[in-house]
T-cell receptor
Framework: GENVEQHPSTLSVQEGDSAVIKCTYS??????FPWYKQELGKRPQLIID?????GEKKDQRIAVTLNKTAKHFSLHITETQPEDSAVYFC??????????FGPGTRLSVLP | DAGITQSPRHKVTETGTPVTLRCHQT?????MYWYRQDPGHGLRLIHY???????DKGEVSDGYSVSRSKTEDFLLTLESATSSQTSVYFC????????????FGPGTRLTVT
């Protein structure tokens, strides 16, 4: 079955700097890669996603890149702000049926 | 939040007792999911449903069963709760075959003593 690894497990950056979180997956059948943000005590919320027919997608300060050959995808947050502090999860899915999540990255943005 | 709710929000139960968690959505979404969230493991899929009475197992389905008799409700049952099932349980739903975005419920914190 699918296995998703995520690094780093914790990340601290200064406000205004960039943050990068990387995930690798094992199943070449996976074709959908979402990123979720979860604030303390809250539900996960989708922040950006990418499908396997696209190499990069941007939404304001957030971008995701996908390398299908190497089976890895990354989340890039630019100009980080204190409200970006949260746990971020990546996931992989074949056709949106079942989903396998990474273990999460705790991002702290220091003022 | 896509009109998805969970009940109860908190529950404490004893080992060996049956427990049922309910997920209710008002979006007429076809797909529904149950996950458990534990420190260091992210979200792990327990079971999912792709229509009324159509369900399938996820990666951690042992000790859990599900039922979906109506589009809006997806029930998760622990037949005989164990301490290893202490966790936060999230349900999620998504609408169509083409939109893969999942909307999560607020979660249920279950403690098995």
């Amino acid at each position: 079955g699918e296995n998703v690894e995520q690094h780093p497990s914790t990340l601290s950056v200064q406000e205004g700097d960039s943050a990068v979180i990387k995930c690798t997956y094992s199943d070449s059948a996976s074709n959908y890669f979402p990123w979720y943000k979860q604030e303390l005590g809250k539900r996960p919320q989708l922040i950006i996603d990418i499908r396997s027919n696209v190499g990069e997608k941007k939404d304001q300060r957030i971008a995701v890149t996908l390398n299908k050959t190497a089976k890895h995808f990354s989340l890039h947050i630019t100009e980080t702000q204190p409200e970006d502090s949260a746990v971020y999860f990546c996931a992989a899915s074949p056709n949106g049926q079942n989903f396998v999540f990474g273990p999460g990255t705790r991002l702290s943005v220091l003022p | 939040d896509a009109g998805i709710t969970q009940s109860p929000r908190h529950k404490v139960t004893e080992t060996g007792t049956p427990v049922t968690l309910r997920c209710h959505q008002t979006e007429n979404h076809r797909y529904m999911y149950w996950y458990r969230q534990d420190p260091g493991h992210g979200l792990r899929l327990i079971h999912y449903s792709y229509g009324v009475k159509d369900t399938d197992k996820g990666e951690v389905s042992d000790g859990y069963s599900v039922s979906r008799s109506k589009t809006e409700d997806f029930l998760l049952t622990l037949e005989s709760a164990t301490s290893s099932q202490t966790s936060v349980y999230f349900c999620a739903s998504r609408g169509t075959d083409y939109s893969y975005e999942q909307y999560f419920g607020p979660g249920t914190r279950l403690t098995v003593t």
